[in-house]
């Protein structure tokens, strides 16, 4: 699933990209790896305009994921990996890029193979995450509670920031 919302001015949007860019901007795999993804079934009506990382889960492989977003001009891309069991829907989790809080089979622990030689010596970086990966769309539609008497598109606006600046620590955690 593709993670999408409506920008506001200031925040980096993902400019649209062809199959091949998206392959290329992975900076944790090889290029065999980037070229055996799938693209989700709806890559072509991708709407690029709203989104600030584009997210989702490989149809053909459900234990990996992929975020890209824009970077100093250009997408960057990392594969992620979820864990290979969940927690209980009774547990209550939080995804810590987009904050929001739901049942714990819905939040996932993704870790991502660091770049360059730390990568291929098998060092890794981990963190919760939407299991479905659409966390942009969670920022910008899901106002927790004590949000909610303050205007929806301001808050929605903050929300998908916030994301946008998580989404890029984790990303510096992946290059260092």
Request: proline share 6%; with cysteine; glycine share 8%.
């Amino acid at each position: 699933m593709m993670s999408a919302g409506s920008p506001t001015t200031g925040e980096q949007i993902v400019h649209a990209l062809t199959e091949k860019q998206v392959r290329r901007s992975l900076v944790n795999c090889s290029r065999g790896e980037a070229e055996g993804m799938t693209l989700p079934r709806t890559f072509a009506e991708t709407p690029w305009e709203e989104l600030v990382v584009l997210g989702w889960r490989d149809p053909k492989a459900p234990l990996r994921g992929y975020l890209v977003v824009e970077r100093e001009g250009r997408p960057v891309g990392v594969a992620v990996r979820a864990a290979d069991t969940r927690m209980s829907s009774g547990t209550p989790a939080m995804c810590l890029l987009c904050q929001t809080a739901q049942a714990g089979s819905d939040v996932s622990l993704f870790t991502a193979r660091r770049a360059g030689e730390a990568g291929r010596n098998g060092n890794t970086v981990g963190t919760y995450v939407c299991a479905d990966l659409a966390c942009a769309v969670r920022a910008r539609e899901e106002i927790p509670p004590w949000l909610r008497e303050r205007d929806p598109e301001e808050v929605a606006a903050e929300r998908t920031a916030e994301l946008e600046q998580r989404v890029h620590g984790f990303l510096d955690a992946v290059l260092r």
